[in-house]
């Protein structure tokens, strides 16, 4: 059983357009994260939510919006996709407080072309 | 901030030999955890150590708190060993600022 979800695994598609990704864990953790991994594998934070609460909110441009339904998803759309969008968004989540102890999904390798 | 420092950033090894990763802070801090990122992309927790020696498998990990280094050892590599080694600290911050400052990672590959 996947700890930690993300759909799609891939994603290609052209600048201008919108895209989300979805991210589920069944860990019954509070908090949950968006990560970007550039091609030089340096790993960002984006954004952490605790309990469907923004908590992180790293500078990332606008066209960026996270959204959390509830404590177990944590979703992820971007509007008007441009080239230095392409990366690998990781989701992840972790208990209350034990930010060292993250468990992460299986990445999303979005492409724009 | 806190910076952290990992090395060497890449490093390729016959399977069966051992090696050191390094990971450096600049300050103090209260947790320190290793990651493995598998070829497949795929990260995961391997050691949680704010201080002391942990071993798991071939696998070990010892900080030195106190100067502000991190070490993990892997002897008898093998081929499922390479992937990207992380290593990350927390930030300390108060309240909501708190996340993990993470390093660069060491690309490790295991030849067969």
């Known amino acids: 059983d996947t700890a930690v979800s993300q759909t799609p695994k891939y994603l290609v598609t052209q600048m201008g357009n919108d895209k989300s990704i979805k991210c589920e864990q069944n860990?019954?953790?509070?908090?949950m994260y968006w990560y970007k991994q550039d091609s030089k594998k340096f790993l960002k934070i984006m954004f952490s939510?605790?309990?469907?609460?923004?908590?992180i909110n790293e500078t990332v441009p606008n066209r960026f919006s996270p959204k959390s339904p509830d404590k177990a998803h944590l979703n992820l759309h971007i509007n008007s996709l441009e080239l230095g969008d392409s990366a690998v968004y990781f989701c992840?989540?972790?208990?209350?407080?034990?930010?060292?102890?993250?468990?992460f999904g299986p990445g999303t390798r979005l492409t724009v072309t | 901030g806190i910076q952290v420092e990992q090395s060497p950033p890449d490093l390729i090894l016959q399977e069966g030999a051992n090696s050191t990763l390094r990971c450096n802070f600049s300050d103090s801090v209260n947790n320190l955890q290793w990651f493995h990122q598998n070829p497949w992309g795929q990260l995961i927790n391997l050691f949680y150590i704010p201080s002391g020696t942990k071993q798991n498998g071939r696998l070990s990990a010892t900080t030195v708190a106190t100067e502000r280094y991190s070490l993990l050892y892997i002897s008898s590599s093998q081929t499922t060993d390479s992937g990207v080694y992380f290593c990350?600290?927390?930030?300390?911050?108060?309240?909501?600022?708190?996340?993990?400052?993470w390093g660069l990672g060491t690309s490790l590959a295991v030849n067969p």
């Open positions: 992840a989540s972790s208990q209350v407080g034990l930010i060292y102890e993250q468990y």
């Open positions: 939510y605790n309990n469907k609460e923004l908590i």
């Open positions: 860990l019954g953790h509070d908090t």
């Open positions: 990350a600290v927390d930030s300390g911050y108060a309240g909501n600022n708190r996340k993990l400052i």
